[in-house]
């Protein structure tokens, strides 16, 4: 048996206990329906960036099919984000034609249209035209019939929604609190170059996003695109209520191949490097550790967001089905100026492509495989805490009211 002083973790955070982890939260259909109904409808979801949509009249929608519905994110005149059911109140059509899990679109009167019988909606939900209003029925009441509302906020140009149907759900930053406060002031909104990656797995959320949430399997994993470069240990590990955050560190005597060297002294788009903490909060690797890499923090229920010197980048799982992910990963540098500092990004960027793709090569069979039912737990060590908190906060989650 390993002795108990050497798991600082479960020392720091002994509520979270030590036993083995059931399987059944990532296999079973009825934990997953449970799961939409009291977490991914009640908690605020990121679907967005402000950058996406800068002007009066720009919109996006995004696809959330774990709730049957997408979501109208539209900027209006007066430079407020709102959101709404992308659904008609004539007859249900959709509003806006979707063309993905993302799209976009913009007019500059800052109204959409349906394009069945061609009503008006202005960005604040309102109806404002109706072809036709004089022949409908003196019970309708073009007043109370605008989109349906969603709960939209904005936290450090990331834009949120909450789907929750009450009138008033808990703010925005209160839900996020320290996290929130954690990861503020990092310049995300000047790191404007964005490399996306998407995919859809057939595995639960939960599968996905628990890849990505320790260092244990870099070596292993990693062993291709990052031979020896990250340690395996977490540091700095906090907890921030249903949120969590690690410092991911370097194992300093990693040489880089002569390429990556190269493009390391030409441009901060790498990870494997060290760049300094001009950007970082004073929060982030507080005693300035020289091997930091960057900060891995889960923002309940489902973004990681990272960041570090120049560089942020984000994993979002979607749950479709209890074995059915959509993944998305979003990469962010500042935009090159030279054709030498692009170059450099781009080889950043293969890397950081082969490494996701090895990521992701688990996953499915990881799924297929507790299906099974021959394991009815998962074994977790010391520096998988943050997964082990992910499914404590997801059993509150279902065990409240
Ligand atoms: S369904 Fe939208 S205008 Fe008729
Ligand atoms: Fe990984």
Known sequence: MNAVNELKWAAKYPDLGTEPIGVEPCI????????????????????????????????????????????ILIRGKDGVIRGFHNICSHRGNKVIVEDGEETFGKNKAAVVTCRFHGWVYDAKGAIASVPEIEKFHAGFDKEKNGLTPIHTAVWEGFIFVNLDRAEKV???????????????????????????????LDCNWKVAHDAFAEAYHVATIHAGSFPNVFSSGLSDVQLFGPHRTTAICLSLNAEPTPVAKIANSLATGSLVAQRGA??????????????????????????????????????QFWPMAHNKTLWEGKYYVRPPKTNSERWALEHAQCLQRNAWLEDTATMEDTQTALESGAKSVMHLQDDEVLIRHGYKTIEQYMDAE
């Open 170 to 200: 808990e703010p925005l930053d209160s839900y996020l609190g320290g996290i929130g406060k954690h990861l503020s002031g990092f310049p995300y909104h000047e790191l404007t170059q964005c490399f996306s990656y998407k995919t859809y």
């Open 278 to 315: 001009s950007m970082l909060p004073k929060s982030v690797n507080p005693s300035r550790r020289d091997d930091f890499s960057f900060e891995l923090s889960v923002l309940f229920p489902n973004l990681l967001l990272h960041i570090s010197e120049g560089i942020w980048f984000t994993h």
């Open 28 to 71: 079973s259909p009825e934990f997953y329906e449970k799961e939409r109904e009291k977490v991914f409808l009640k908690t605020w979801l990121k679907v967005g960036r402000v950058e996406e949509i800068p002007n009066p009249g720009d919109y996006k929608v995004k696809k959330l099919s774990f709730a049957k519905t997408s979501a």
